[in-house]
């Protein structure tokens, strides 16, 4: 489920109140103990520590922290070459929609940027699918990002993107994948 529009293609992230840009970096979360922390309650949408084991999941952090700014979950689909993300969501403290509060901009790009990032690694040249949360971000990204609606299985928010989109976007992004795991 992707959870937010993407506000500002940036480099890296910016912090709202003063312009300052900070570094940031992925990591992979494996401990289910630790994403426990992140759930409903705390503002997360979904309990991110019941996805099932053959779907990963990263953090996107500022650089030499653990100051977690959002999560992206994705699971690997061979069969039609393509990385699926399952769940993406910027951190409460920089969801406006849902907080009326963002204290770091470019965060959502980042999540797409980590995403097509392994879809090129994998083979599957860029291209991801995933649901929008509601029909605003379904046209949404249609419009802007020229997503292909998919048939609605499950949902009818269904979208793909194709790997001259996702490439376009990770070409801005200028994180570091660490070696990290949680």
Known sequence: MITFKIDELLPCLRKQETGEIFDTEVVR??????????????????????????????????????????LIAVENNDDNRVLEIKWACVSPNNNIWEYG?????????????IAADLSFKRGYDGFLTGEAMDRDLFEYYI?????????????????MFSGDVTKSIMEVYTYEWTDDEI
Do not use: C
């Open 143 to 159: 419009k802007e990002y020229k997503a292909s609606p998919l048939p609605p299985l499950n949902n009818p928010y269904r979208i």
């Open 29 to 70: 979360i494996k401990r289910k103990s630790f994403l426990s922390k992140f759930n409903r309650k705390t503002g997360w949408y979904v309990n991110w520590s019941k996805f099932d084991d053959g779907i990963e999941i990263y953090a996107l952090v500022l650089k030499g922290t653990m100051d977690i700014q959002g």
């Open 101 to 113: 509060k963002k204290e770091f901009s470019g965060g959502g790009g980042h999540l797409f940027a």
